[in-house]
């Protein structure tokens, strides 16, 4: 057992891991931040992605231990303290990007990676780089349309329905 | 102009506050005090005889609770099919025993043999890798022919053979049918595969059972489409526990597909073992294990033959379908190829004379059952290809040939044994040769190929029975259960609303397009009302989500429950005004005595309804909550025309799609952004259907 700390949507947070404890385990089950989900176990559908010191990773390839020291963010940390929506999940909801809500989280978190890295992507780079994240409901239309949005572009010439 | 809330308006999703901040709860995200885990040791062979199974060493590692084996489950119920079709012969289909654990065979990959209940996952599964299990490996049959040949090994050694059965619909037309060939011009012929497929909801199933020793209760937390269905086959038929002891809680659910209706042994074991073990057990699928545990979708062989007269009109249409049922028998997985099939075969056509044959056959493959349309689609994919080749045989317009044998007269009986009560096939065709610009393809084409590009354009039609369905019909044709729906309609004192439905959401929106419904009723604000679902101790008795139901018949019945609260809240009405209940008029949230400018708001008879100091009392009891079930007297039946335009690279065979239009007919909507967005949904799953899954 190997015992690890980190901060976590701002608040600094202990715990004792086994070495085989997975980031997104040590999230859900230690913390109880149960927001970041856990879709597959191949890496493949990006339900679980966080972002580790400013950077999307797939909290279901990273070891706990790893993180260590580390500053990591979760969709529980998206909303201002008085849970007022950011921007890009706000254009989720106004685009309808989302219906079970299961892959959400990890698309949210995966889109404000995109974003900080490119402020105005192309709608062919938002597809680029959701590539790691599945979503079996939407058909990916308004995923795409809402982070575009988000980005500030105009979005009424793109196919509403 | 857009309406902006009440039906028609596009509301936004309230659900989406709480997906957006990841504070939706899912089963897996449910803990409960004391849960141990469990693993499940699952067979990685197609078909064996299991020789022995040694738990001894795993039952000794640590942090293991309990391990089972079929052993445990020989005293307990098998999972119970929820569907009884009857041959053409009028025989019985052959129903084979669904052990919870394997008793004495193996049947497919990822059947469950063993299960270790342990205090962590990880040990859990630790110890399932020390099961020693011995197994001799039987020779399996996955191909559906050869499953039927009469030297191929038996999938189950109880039934005669490997065919579950052989349904023809309508049978007594047969002959006329095969007539109808004799006399034809010309006969068009397609053989089809409609593939295996696995429908990957995001979320894996999990199953969380709990018991309550102070109360002999046990709950189910589980991944459900619709918990009162579980209860009620779990309860009854598997574990012999009575529905009053016995709570089914579905709570957020990241997608179905279908494949969360069933009942599954993983279900019906953690509520098992937490009776055993008087402690909760908690079982969390891998997305691994999803695809060798989740009822498969589709994995229909279908050889098609449309007959036509030298006007090209269709005079009758035939076709022999192998559907595969796996290893067992599925919850719904009989009703799917037959009466969610055959039915549809008609399509948006007036063919006068239909035959459809399905030979069920079981094979040592995972259990497939309803999947995204279930039987529908694969009606609608035969009958729109046969279609397109019989128009490029006859040298005609394919759009041309189904307008010209489109049904035009409604209500229309088909020979397929429903009645459609509407549709405007023209309608939904003329709207889609304007969106789609179909005019403007050869442009196109010429212009791809100038890239050295291929293009190609396919247009087709569909019709779906919807709103599952009339119970007494269903009751006729082997359904083993009814499939009305429920609603309790709960106005609380101040006058805020709770409606009860046994409809279940998991992405459908219900939340938001259900108040819509109440809202606009009443004349109050949608966010006065919530909607109460997944839990079978909070909701009435209901039959869930699926089938597009939920509206049609779930709403319907929210409807009946909220007129009986109109008409009871009249009455209160009336009397705060003195004034007769004839008189009295609803609307924007006031009752008012028509011709005066006397009223009473909402709230005040909803206060009165609850605090009755001046009430009728010796008429009417107090309160204002109704229940209503609704059972449907028809199916509903949307249809439309789709159009679907690719680019092909002949160098790579790199398909890309390069416009895709959809004109629907789906009646009134509630909420268009909603429907919206289950037709985009519908289409990516139909697009990866036709270019990109596939299953074995």
Same mark, same amino acid.
């Given at each position: 057992?190997?015992?690890?700390?980190?901060t976590?949507?701002?608040?600094?947070?202990?715990?004792?891991?086994?070495?085989?404890?997975?980031?997104?385990?040590?999230?859900?089950?230690?913390?109880?931040?149960?927001g970041?989900?856990?879709g597959? &176990?191949?890496?493949?559908?990006?339900?679980?992605?966080?972002?580790?010191?400013?950077?999307?990773?797939?909290?279901?390839?990273?070891?706990?231990?790893?993180? &260590?020291?580390?500053?990591?963010?979760?969709?529980?940390?998206?909303?201002?303290? &008085?849970?007022?929506?950011?921007?890009?999940?706000?254009?989720?909801?106004d685009?309808?990007?989302?219906?079970?809500?299961?892959c959400?989280?990890?698309?949210v978190?995966?889109?404000?990676?995109?974003?900080?890295e490119?402020?105005?992507?192309?709608?062919?780079?938002?597809?680029?780089?959701?590539?790691?994240n599945?979503?079996?409901?939407?058909?990916?239309?308004?995923?795409?349309?809402?982070?575009?949005?988000?980005?500030?572009?105009?979005?009424?010439?793109?196919?509403?329905? | 102009?857009?309406?902006?809330?009440?039906i028609?308006?596009?509301?936004?999703?309230?659900?989406?506050?709480?997906?957006l901040?990841?504070?939706?709860?899912?089963?897996?995200?449910?803990?409960?005090?004391?849960?141990?885990?469990?693993?499940?040791?699952?067979?990685?062979?197609?078909?064996?005889?299991?020789?022995s199974?040694?738990? !001894?060493?795993?039952?000794?590692?640590?942090?293991?609770?309990?391990?089972?084996?079929?052993?445990?489950?020989a005293?307990?119920?098998?999972?119970?099919?929820?569907?009884?079709? $009857?041959?053409?012969?009028?025989?019985?289909?052959?129903e084979?025993?669904?052990?919870?654990?394997?008793?004495?065979?193996?049947?497919?990959?990822?059947?469950?043999?063993?299960?270790?209940?342990?205090? #962590?996952?990880?040990?859990?599964?630790?110890?399932?890798?020390?099961?020693?299990?011995?197994?001799?490996?039987?020779?399996?049959?996955?191909?559906?022919?050869?499953?039927?040949?009469?030297?191929?090994?038996?999938?189950?050694?109880?039934?005669?053979?490997?065919?579950?059965?052989?349904?023809?619909?309508?049978?007594?037309?047969?002959?006329?049918?095969?007539? %109808?060939?004799?006399?034809?011009?010309h006969?068009?012929?397609?053989?089809?595969?409609?593939?295996?497929?696995?429908?990957?909801?995001?979320?894996?199933?999990?199953?969380?059972?709990?018991?309550?020793?102070?109360?002999?209760?046990?709950?189910l937390?589980?991944? #459900?489409?619709?918990?009162?269905?579980?209860?009620?086959?779990?309860?009854?038929?598997?574990?012999?526990?009575?529905?009053?002891?016995?709570?089914?809680?579905?709570?957020?659910?990241?997608?179905?597909?279908?494949?969360?209706?069933?009942?599954?042994?993983?279900? %019906?074991?953690c509520?098992?073992?937490?009776?055993?073990?008087?402690?909760?057990?908690?079982?969390?699928?891998?997305?691994s294990?999803?695809?060798?545990?989740?009822a498969?979708?589709?994995?229909?062989?279908?050889?098609?033959?449309?007959?036509?007269?030298?006007?090209n009109?269709?005079?009758?249409?035939?076709?022999?379908?192998?559907?595969?049922m796996?290893?067992?028998l599925?919850?719904?997985?009989?009703?799917?190829?037959?009466?969610?099939?055959?039915?549809?075969?008609?399509?948006?056509?007036?063919?006068?004379?239909?035959?459809?044959?399905?030979k %069920?056959?079981?094979?040592?493959?995972?259990?497939?059952?309803?999947?995204?349309?279930?039987?529908?689609?694969?009606?609608?994919?035969?009958?729109?290809?046969?279609?397109?080749?019989?128009?490029?045989?006859?040298?005609?317009?394919?759009?041309?040939?189904?307008?010209?044998?489109?049904?035009?007269?409604?209500?229309?009986?088909?020979?397929? %044994?429903?009645?459609?009560?509407?549709? !405007?096939?023209?309608? $939904?065709?003329?709207?889609?040769?304007?969106?789609?610009?179909?005019?403007?393809?050869?442009?196109?084409?010429a212009?791809?190929?100038?890239?050295?590009?291929?293009?190609?354009?396919?247009?087709?039609?569909?019709?779906?029975?919807?709103?599952?369905?009339?119970?007494?019909?269903?009751?006729?044709?082997?359904?083993?259960?009814?499939?009305?729906?429920?609603?309790?309609?709960?106005?609380?004192?101040?006058g805020?609303i709770?409606?009860?439905?046994? #409809?279940?959401?998991?992405?459908?929106?219900?939340?938001?397009?259900?108040?819509?419904?109440?809202?606009?009723?009443?004349?109050?604000?949608?966010?006065?009302?919530?909607?109460?679902?997944?839990?079978?101790?909070?909701?009435?008795?209901?039959?869930?989500?699926?089938?597009?139901?939920?509206?049609?018949?779930?709403?319907?019945?929210?409807?009946?429950?909220?007129?009986?609260?109109?008409?009871?809240?009249?009455?209160?009405?009336?009397?705060?005004?003195?004034? #007769?209940?004839?008189?009295?008029?609803?609307?924007?949230?006031?009752?008012?005595v028509?011709?005066?400018?006397?009223?009473?708001?909402?709230?005040?008879?909803?206060?009165?309804?609850?605090?009755?100091?001046?009430?009728?009392?010796?008429?009417?009891?107090?309160?204002?909550?109704e229940?209503?079930?609704?059972?449907?007297?028809?199916?509903?039946?949307?249809?439309?025309?789709?159009?679907?335009?690719?680019?092909v690279?002949?160098? $790579?065979?790199?398909? $890309?799609?390069?416009?895709?239009?959809?004109?629907? !007919?789906?009646?009134?909507?509630?909420?268009?952004?909603?429907?919206s967005?289950?037709?985009?949904?519908?289409?990516?799953?139909?697009?990866?259907?036709?270019?990109?899954?596939?299953?074995?």
């Amino acid at each position: 057992m190997t015992e690890i700390q980190m901060t976590v949507n701002g608040k600094a947070v202990r715990g004792t891991v086994e070495g085989r404890t997975l980031l997104v385990n040590f999230l859900r089950e230690d913390l109880r931040l149960t927001g970041t989900h856990v879709g597959c &176990d191949t890496s493949q559908c990006g339900a679980c992605t966080v972002h580790v010191n400013g950077v999307s990773v797939k909290a279901c390839t990273m070891l706990a231990a790893e993180a &260590d020291g580390a500053d990591v963010r979760t969709i529980e940390g998206m909303a201002a303290a &008085d849970g007022t929506l950011s921007n890009l999940q706000q254009a989720f909801q106004d685009h309808h990007g989302l219906q079970c809500g299961f892959c959400t989280p990890g698309m949210v978190m995966t889109a404000a990676a995109l974003l900080k890295e490119n402020p105005k992507p192309t709608e062919a780079e938002v597809r680029h780089y959701l590539e790691g994240n599945i979503c079996r409901c939407t058909g990916y239309h308004n995923i795409v349309k809402a982070i575009l949005a988000a980005s500030g572009q105009d979005v009424s010439a793109i196919a509403a329905e | 102009m857009p309406k902006d809330s009440g039906i028609g308006a596009s509301s936004k999703r309230r659900e989406d506050i709480r997906f957006l901040t990841g504070a939706g709860n899912y089963t897996d995200d449910i803990n409960v005090y004391g849960q141990a885990y469990v693993h499940f040791l699952r067979s990685d062979v197609a078909h064996g005889r299991i020789v022995s199974i040694d738990t !001894d060493a795993a039952a000794a590692m640590p942090g293991v609770v309990r391990v089972f084996t079929g052993a445990d489950f020989a005293a307990v119920g098998g999972l119970p099919c929820g569907w009884q079709v $009857t041959d053409r012969f009028g025989q019985p289909m052959q129903e084979p025993a669904h052990p919870v654990l394997a008793q004495g065979k193996v049947r497919h990959v990822g059947d469950p043999i063993a299960a270790v209940v342990a205090e #962590s996952p990880e040990q859990a599964r630790d110890a399932a890798e020390a099961i020693s299990v011995e197994i001799e490996e039987l020779p399996a049959v996955v191909d559906m022919k050869a499953a039927l040949s009469a030297d191929a090994p038996k999938v189950h050694d109880d039934l005669t053979s490997n065919l579950c059965y052989d349904w023809g619909f309508v049978e007594e037309n047969k002959d006329a049918v095969a007539a %109808a060939f004799e006399k034809a011009a010309h006969v068009t012929t397609l053989e089809l595969v409609n593939q295996r497929l696995v429908a990957n909801p995001m979320e894996p199933r999990v199953a969380v059972g709990d018991y309550s020793r102070a109360t002999d209760e046990s709950t189910l937390y589980t991944t #459900s489409q619709n918990p009162h269905v579980i209860r009620l086959l779990m309860g009854a038929f598997v574990l012999g526990i009575p529905e009053h002891k016995l709570r089914v809680v579905a709570p957020d659910v990241g997608g179905g597909f279908g494949t969360k209706i069933f009942h599954y042994a993983e279900e %019906a074991f953690c509520t098992f073992a937490a009776r055993q073990l008087a402690r909760a057990v908690k079982w969390t699928s891998s997305r691994s294990e999803a695809f060798m545990s989740d009822a498969h979708g589709r994995d229909h062989v279908t050889k098609i033959e449309l007959a036509l007269d030298a006007d090209n009109n269709f005079t009758a249409l035939r076709t022999e379908t192998y559907a595969n049922m796996g290893a067992y028998l599925s919850t719904f997985a009989p009703s799917v190829p037959t009466w969610l099939h055959g039915t549809l075969m008609a399509g948006n056509y007036k063919t006068p004379l239909i035959y459809v044959n399905v030979k %069920a056959v079981f094979t040592n493959t995972v259990p497939v059952d309803a999947y995204r349309g279930a039987g529908r689609p694969e009606a609608t994919y035969q009958l729109e290809r046969v279609i397109d080749k019989a128009a490029r045989e006859l040298g005609v317009d394919p759009i041309a040939l189904r307008r010209q044998n489109f049904i035009t007269q409604f209500p229309y009986a088909t020979p397929v %044994a429903v009645e459609y009560d509407t549709g !405007d096939y023209h309608a $939904t065709m003329d709207k889609l040769e304007e969106i789609a610009d179909l005019a403007g393809f050869e442009a196109r084409l010429a212009e791809s190929k100038a890239r050295g590009k291929l293009r190609g354009l396919g247009v087709n039609c569909y019709i779906e029975a919807c709103g599952i369905a009339p119970s007494n019909l269903v009751g006729q044709l082997g359904a083993r259960a009814g499939l009305y729906e429920s609603a309790t309609v709960r106005v609380n004192a101040t006058g805020s609303i709770s409606v009860m439905t046994g #409809s279940h959401s998991h992405g459908q929106g219900h939340e938001t397009a259900f108040p819509q419904v109440v809202a606009d009723m009443l004349g109050i604000d949608e966010s006065m009302i919530d909607i109460v679902h997944g839990d079978t101790a909070r909701t009435p008795m209901g039959m869930g989500t699926y089938g597009s139901r939920s509206l049609a018949v779930g709403g319907s019945a929210m409807v009946k429950a909220t007129n009986k609260i109109i008409a009871k809240a009249k009455k209160i009405a009336a009397h705060l005004l003195e004034a #007769s209940e004839a008189d009295i008029e609803l609307k924007d949230g006031q009752f008012s005595v028509a011709g005066t400018d006397k009223s009473v708001a909402w709230g005040d008879v909803t206060l009165a309804a609850y605090v009755p100091h001046n009430y009728p009392l010796e008429d009417m009891e107090p309160g204002l909550e109704e229940t209503a079930f609704y059972d449907p007297s028809n199916f509903t039946y949307p249809s439309g025309a789709y159009a679907c335009e690719v680019e092909v690279d002949p160098d $790579t065979g790199r398909v $890309t799609v390069e416009r895709f239009a959809a004109a629907d !007919d789906f009646g009134n909507i509630v909420n268009p952004m909603i429907v919206s967005g289950q037709v985009h949904g519908g289409l990516a799953q139909g697009i990866g259907q036709a270019l990109l899954e596939g299953a074995v």
